[in-house]
Each structure stands twice: as C-alpha cells, then as structure tokens.
C-alpha cells in the first residue's frame, strides 16, 4: 500500500492552464475520487499521476518516490479505462498474462498470477474463454483482473463502468471496492457518476477549472458543501438567496424572501457576519411536509403549495410553491393519496439540514 501525493500541480495545453496548482494526499488503501465538471481536469489529473503527462509544475510522489517524470511503465500502476482495450480473439487467461509476459515473468509464475487475478474477480471458470464470448460486465471483470496481475502500486481508474448497463455498473461498483479494499490498493478513480462516488469512495475531491473545490468524505461533501458549486455538483438541491442576519456560534440565521432561515456554514473556515450577502442551500429530502402548522413549529417551518408532482414509488417529487420560490421537495415512503394542491401546506427542515453558504 501506498499513498500519493500531489504537491502543487500545474499542467498547461498552450495557453490553457488544465490543472492551476493542485495539491492533495490519498493515504494507503484508500480509494480516492476525482469529480467536477466537464473539462475541470479530471482525466489530466489522473493521466499526470499514470505518467502519460508530465507537468509544468509540482510533482508526484508515491510514498516518498518522486515520479513527477517516471515514464508510465516505470511507476507499475494498474490501470482501467472505459474501453477496455482487450484483445477480442484472445483468451482470457492470455489477456490477463499479457503485462506480465512484457515483464518477462517466468511462465510458472506467470501462470499461477493469472490464476489469482482471475480468483479475485470471479472469473476463473472463463480463463479459457474468447474475450468476445464475454458479456460487457465479464469483459471489465477480465479488465480489472490485467490490471491487478502486474500487483500495481496504485489502481487508477477512469470511467472504468460508462460502457455498462445500470444493473450492472452497481454490481461492478461494490466488485470494485472489495477487490481494491482486498488486494489492500491505493485506487484513484474518475467518474461523471455522483453516485458511484458516493457508495464507493472513501474520501473525494471536487475539482473546478483546475482547482480544488473541496476534499472530504462523501457524506462531509455532500451535508456540508463548502460552495454553490459543489452543493450544485453533488446531488441535487435548492439555493435560496437571502443577507446573513445574525450568526453567533453554530447557528447562523438568513433573511431570506421565504422567511428567516436558520442554518449552519458549510465551509468551517467562512465567519459569516451580519449584513453579508448568503446563499442557502437546502436538499429537496431534508423537507417534512405537514398537512396543517401544528405538526410544523419549528424553525425553517415555510408555507406554501403543492404544483407539480411526480410519483416514483418510493419517492414523491414535488414543486413546492413558497411565495415567490418554487422549491423542490422530495417525500420518501408517499402516502397512497397524493398530497392536495388547492390548500396551504407547511414545510420544515432542521437547522442542520440548511447549509450556508458564501454568496
Ligand atoms: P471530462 O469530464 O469532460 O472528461 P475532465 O474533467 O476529465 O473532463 P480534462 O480532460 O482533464 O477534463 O481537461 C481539462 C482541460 O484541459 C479542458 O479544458 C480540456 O479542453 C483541456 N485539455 C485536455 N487535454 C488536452 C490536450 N491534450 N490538449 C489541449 N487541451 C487539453
């Protein structure tokens, strides 16, 4: 097990600065996530770390080894891309030898390591199989145990389930983690997929134009985003503008065109004083709707009316009309009759469910 660090990495394309000094640490076995939006640096990042790009600036270390300018085939990390780049009419035990037949690796040897990496992704019954006589589940199985055969340092992994179908993306998702969290792995992963960032990772940066946005463990990110940017990224949500009126300790409070809200900060570091300008964000599940205001006393307690809705079976979405806002509001477990839309409701959220955030 290893850990990498980036220490103040810059890459540029002619005049396009992709990464604009990104410094970070994953630990030994951890599995690590790179997300943002298109074109934020993801793929560069992750190409720096693999040794396909060498950058302007900064490095690259695995524990202490610099190999901010090792060729990729010195660094002896797996690696596992959308395409899976295997040979079609090949076996599977022969595809899977391949890095190692590079590495001259002597054929007994050679022979039992493919047997293991095989093991480990369940997929020992098929060694003698053409990779095109595999499903597209099979094929990343076989994909993941080439990369594990090397015994990399680091996995790195970019977009490794675009090409699946769901089922079988969220079946390969947890088959990830356990041969990574098995075979002990430093993983460092890119996905367009929050939610496969969410089950999978342990911790995960949010990357914007080539910069960190925020690091953190999935449920830090996704209950207390640091910016606008982040809480828009991760999941979904409702941003409610309005001027800090009061802010002593945790609780902060935000006049808001929906009343007075009362919340806490997303990003510890941010003082928010009264008078300064805020943005609320508020997850569309951290509402509770109340047919009548008894049952909704408390804080962050809004009336308004139901608009749209939108049955999903465990879930009802609804537009939630609050004076000028239409809010968002998801009901888990919905009744069988639908919620009226021609009298009042009210709606609350607990304090700790509405974060604050710098305008
Ligand atoms: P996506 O999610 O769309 O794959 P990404 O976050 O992986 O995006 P990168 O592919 O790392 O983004 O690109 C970061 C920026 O660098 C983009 O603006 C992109 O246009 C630019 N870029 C990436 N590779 C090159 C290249 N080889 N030459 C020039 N510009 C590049």
Redesign the pocket.
Known sequence: MISITIDNLVKR??S?T?LNGISLRVEPGEIFFLL?P???????LLRNIAGFYIPEEGRVLFDNDDVTKLPPHKRNTGMMFQSYALWPHMTVAKNVAFGLEERKVPTAERNSRVADALASVRMEPYAERKIAQLSGGQQQRVALARALVIRPRALLLDEPLSNLDAKLRLEMRTEIRRVCKESGLTAIY?T?DQKEALSISDRMAI?ESGKIAQIGRPEEVYRRPHSRVVADFIGETNFITGKISAAEGEEIMVETEIGTLSGVVGDSDWKPRPGEAATVSVRPESWTIHSDSKGATGPNTIKGRIGESIYLGEVAQYQFQAGPLALKIFELNPHLSTRPTDCDLFASASPQDVVVLKK
């Open positions: 394309f002619g396009q992709a943002g298109s074109g934020c640096g993801k793929t560069t890119v367009h990357l």
